[in-house]
């Protein structure tokens, strides 16, 4: 059962996974491949995330990336990107 009223308590990154605490004393680990801004952004910017919706979820700044943690514990990757053709 999801529980959409657990907040971020910490973000890590390694690199295959990412990886998510919340304050209820769990951890998240996902596929970082399901996540290609995340994946394809550099180590530093990785690092650079803030808490976002009042801490359910996850903004990082440099790569315009959000997450929630609803969609974390889902298991939702990220929608895919349709190409655009110029």
Not at 1 to 14: L, Q
Not at 19 to 37: C, F, K, M, N, Q
Not at 39 to 44: E, F, G, M, V
Request: glycine share 10%.
């Amino acid at each position: 059962m999801v529980n959409p009223g657990e907040k971020v308590s910490g973000v890590a990154c390694t690199d295959d996974k990412l990886i998510v605490d919340l304050e209820a004393g769990r951890t998240i680990s996902v596929p970082l491949v399901w996540y290609p801004r995340l994946l394809d952004a550099l180590p530093s910017h990785r690092h650079n995330w803030e808490p976002a919706g009042g801490g359910f979820g996850i903004h990082w700044p440099e790569i315009d990336e959000d997450l929630s943690v609803e969609g974390l514990l889902r298991g939702a990757p990220a929608p895919q990107q349709e190409a655009v053709i110029a």
